[in-house]
């Protein structure tokens, strides 16, 4: 994961040292008690320059933040409004620093979303995490309306990493049209990226979409001490240390490990981690989406991870995605039953760290969802031995 920061990093980063958060900080134990504040230019005023003899507060925090996706300045998710110039308020909060601090009320402005657009630049900075008031933030409104009580550590992650849809997003937007009848008016609804957050709350946070008859596991506890985000990663270079795995499990790597004793996948093998039975329910579920929209809604479908929104019309059959001025066109044939498929199937793999997240809530979304269509496709669903 290691990335080289560019030189436009380097100049955040002597941004980052003269920044509100460091006053936060506790740099005590780094520089000492009696050492000055820290002023805006990392050089010391005199002698020496060699680069090992000049003391940084908090160096080895900067030095794991900068190569991490947080200070990805040119990052498409720091970057997608360069052209625009500022962030949308609904956008900013998790895309800014600056519009995090505004939604909570953190900068002295009233909670919520940002009055104006926020400027482009800034991005997971120190002080989106050291805010002084940080502590303020006592419980967090997820998307399914569910209002979820966080600790300190867990404020920031939570506000960012759950994802901009849920279940209840297609429960409203469906009402009561009929299951299987296709919908110009209905289009892809996208439960956004990297929801980690809400994928560890499992059914009680309620980000996926949950078929009524069926119950849902809820937050995944792992195992303690394992409790939040920072149980596992690390705060600034996010990185994971398999050592972490390793008190309690037989190996570090995260796709191999494995506590089930079910093979949820028809396979039996219980040999390979939990992860590829979540893959082979993905894949499963990804061919039962396009037999339905093909047999069933009457035009195929074509997926496309790459482009918004993801999902597109190849009317010919051809396997491509149709074009219209030389642009895909969005799938537009979505009935009820195929976007509550289509929208969990998603949602699974915007978490890439499902596996470890929550595996039992992604095995029971993408069972309940193949389930679903496997009638009107006419997929012998129990010939598939899939355990729930
Ligand atoms: C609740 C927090 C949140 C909100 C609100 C939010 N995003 Fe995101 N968005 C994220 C996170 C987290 C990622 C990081 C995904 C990754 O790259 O791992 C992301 C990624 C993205 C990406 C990059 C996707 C990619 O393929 O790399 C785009 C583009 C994006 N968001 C657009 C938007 C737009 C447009 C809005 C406002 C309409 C918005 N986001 C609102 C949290 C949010
Ligand atoms: C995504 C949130 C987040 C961001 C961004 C962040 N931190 Fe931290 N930082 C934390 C958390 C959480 C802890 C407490 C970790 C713990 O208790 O183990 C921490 C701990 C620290 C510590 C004390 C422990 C140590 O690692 O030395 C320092 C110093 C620090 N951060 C400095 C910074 C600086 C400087 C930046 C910006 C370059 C920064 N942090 C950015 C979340 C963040
Ligand atoms: C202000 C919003 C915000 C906060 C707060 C935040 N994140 Fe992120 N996080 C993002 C965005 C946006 C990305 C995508 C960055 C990119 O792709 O460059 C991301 C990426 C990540 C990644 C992917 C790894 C990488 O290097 O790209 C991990 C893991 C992660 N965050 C964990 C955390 C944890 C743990 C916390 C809390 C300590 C946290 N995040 C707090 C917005 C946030
Ligand atoms: C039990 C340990 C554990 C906990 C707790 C945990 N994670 Fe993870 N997370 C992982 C591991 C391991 C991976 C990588 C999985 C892999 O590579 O197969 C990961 C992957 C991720 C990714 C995707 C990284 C990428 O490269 O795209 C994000 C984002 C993420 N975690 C955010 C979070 C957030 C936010 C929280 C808290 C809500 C959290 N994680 C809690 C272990 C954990
Ligand atoms: C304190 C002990 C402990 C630590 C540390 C720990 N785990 Fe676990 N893990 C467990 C237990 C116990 C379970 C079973 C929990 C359950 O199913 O309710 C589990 C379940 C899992 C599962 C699901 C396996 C399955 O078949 O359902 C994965 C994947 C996983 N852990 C990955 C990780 C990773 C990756 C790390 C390190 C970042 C980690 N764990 C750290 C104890 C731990």
Known sequence: MFRRPPVSKLLALSLAIGGIALATLAPAQETGPSEPPVGTYVLPPSGPFSPDKVQIPNMR????????????????????WDEEGSIPPVCSTCHSGTGFRSFHGLDGSEPGLPAEPVPTGSVVDCATCHDPNISDITEITLPSGVVHPVIVSDAA???CHQGRAAGATLTKALGDKAEDTPDPELGFVN????????????????????????TYTGRFLHAKPVATCLSCHDPHSLEVAQDTCLTCHQTGDPQAIRISRQSYDGSGDLSKGIHADIRSLSDQLMAEIEAYAKEVAGVAIVYDGGHYPYF??????????????GRSVAYKSWSPRLLKAAYNWKF?????????????????????????????????????????
């Not at 925090?61 to 997608?80: L, Y």
């Not at 019309?313 to 491509?320: E, I, M, S, V």
């Not at 069972?367 to 496997?374: G, H, R, T």
């Open 191 to 214: 439960p956004h990226y990297a929801l980690a957050a809400v994928t560890m709350l499992g059914g009680y946070g309620a980000g996926g979409y949950h078929y009524p008859d069926k």
């Open 312 to 325: 597109f019309a190849d009317a010919n059959g051809d396997g491509l995605a149709d074009t219209a001025d």
């Open 61 to 80: 925090a900067i030095s794991s933040w900068i190569r991490s996706g947080h200070a990805d300045a040119s990052g498409e998710a720091f970057s997608h």
């Open 348 to 388: 699974v793999n915007a978490d890439k760290g499902i596996h470890v997240h929550n595996p039992h809530y992604a095995l029971e979304l993408l069972y309940d969802s193949a389930e679903s269509l496997a009638g009107p496709t006419g997929t012998d669903f129990g010939a598939l031995n899939y355990l729930r």
């Open 157 to 159: 992650c939570t506000t």
